[in-house]
């Protein structure tokens, strides 16, 4: 592997340096998110939406019309308040869940089916789910079914709730509808250099040093995931479920709560010169929920509004079902009832 792919994203100073250089960088833009790109009618769910850039795609496709359900860990209702106030829409609905745990998810799935929003088989689901809850731990932590933090919230929830909603018809029932589902993953996943497959979902301790590292590798996990998932869907070119997926850029959010104390001024201020807003890093997460420019598509993938190739181990159909399989297996072997 080249020494400058290397170097990256394997630790916090070299990760905030990659993502301010590429803000000066200039891209081919893949299309303009327009006023005319309407939701009215559609139904939206917005996981991590209680702060940063899920919170500001909330507000954003509010604006446009959209229900939408911002599903969180914590910020309710006032969360849900300050959309509605923001965008002048009310129809905006608030669900807990924890994505450290299974149980969670599993209820989430449960309230959503039975939740006044959800009309039934029939009737209007899910149109466009944007994924994305994530952190950045400043160390392993297990969760209440002994996985580690950052893997389950990062990638294993995802494929979890993905699933649940698949199998619970959560998603919309509406003739020649084509559901959006969104991933934010980040630019790190062409960090790592290969899979660790015999290490898939073990429990491991690390400090902060590794964290960034390991952030890397779980957004691999994650838009390998994505380009499985759109595989899955659209067999013989003929798309039922839009898969996309996404890296915002550098945006001045609350990621970075768990970074130490001695650094959190220094960080702020990096961050609020050089970051952008949650409301601007959120455009192109809108542009794929609400642009007719993808309509249709089976998968792509966003970095900032630029049109790019995931990580060729991402896209590698070996890769994509070998993840799928151990990812059933791990599920499996929680026993959860
Ligand atoms: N910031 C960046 O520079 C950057 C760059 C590339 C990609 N991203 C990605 O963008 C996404 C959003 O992050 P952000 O930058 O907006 O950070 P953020 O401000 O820290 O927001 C993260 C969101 O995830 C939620 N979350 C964390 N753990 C959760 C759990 N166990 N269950 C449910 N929700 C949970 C948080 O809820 P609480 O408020 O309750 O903790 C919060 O709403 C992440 O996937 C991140 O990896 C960020």
């Given at each position: ?16 340096l ?38 500001a ?64 088989e ?14 950045v ?80 590798y ?70 794929l ?49």
């Open positions: 592997m080249p020494a400058d792919k290397q170097k990256k994203y394997n630790n916090p100073v070299s990760a905030t990659t993502g301010i250089a590429d803000l000066f960088r200039k891209f081919e833009p893949a299309g303009e998110l327009k006023a005319s790109d309407r939701l009215d009618g559609k139904t939206v769910l917005v996981d991590g939406a209680s702060s940063g850039l899920g919170f795609v909330a507000a954003g496709l509010a604006r446009r019309g959209a229900k939408v359900i911002m599903a969180c860990r914590s910020g309710i209702p006032a969360k849900g308040e300050e959309v509605k106030r923001l965008s002048g829409n009310p129809d905006v609905h608030m669900l807990l869940v924890d994505f450290a745990d299974i149980s969670s998810i599993r209820e989430l799935v449960v309230n959503i089916r039975s939740d006044s929003f959800f009309n039934g029939n009737g209007s689901g899910i149109d466009i789910l944007v994924c994305n809850a994530g952190i731990p400043k160390q392993s932590r297990k969760t209440p079914q002994g996985l580690e933090e950052m893997f389950m919230v990062n990638y294993f929830s995802k494929f979890i709730f993905v699933n649940l909603l698949l199998e619970n018809n959560c998603f919309t029932g509406r003739a020649g509808a084509i559901t959006r589902i969104i991933f934010v993953a980040s630019e790190s996943h062409r960090n790592p250099e290969k899979f660790e497959w015999d290490d898939f979902g073990k429990y491991r301790e690390y400090r902060i040093g590794k964290s960034i590292e390991l952030y890397g779980y957004k691999l996990l994650l838009t390998t995931f994505a380009v499985e998932l759109s595989r899955r869907l659209n067999i013989a070119g003929k798309s039922r479920i839009s898969v996309f997926a996404l890296c915002p850029g550098p945006v001045n959010s609350n990621i970075a709560r768990e970074a130490p104390k001695l650094f959190q001024p220094l960080l702020s201020v990096v961050f609020g010169i050089f970051f952008k807003s949650p409301a601007k890093a959120a455009v192109p997460v809108e542009y929920a609400a642009s007719a420019d993808v309509e249709g598509k089976p998968f792509d993938y966003l970095f900032l509004m630029s049109r790019k190739a995931v990580d060729e181990k991402a896209a590698e159909p070996a890769n994509g079902a070998l993840l799928w399989k151990l990812s059933e297996e791990l599920l499996k072997s929680l026993q959860i009832v």
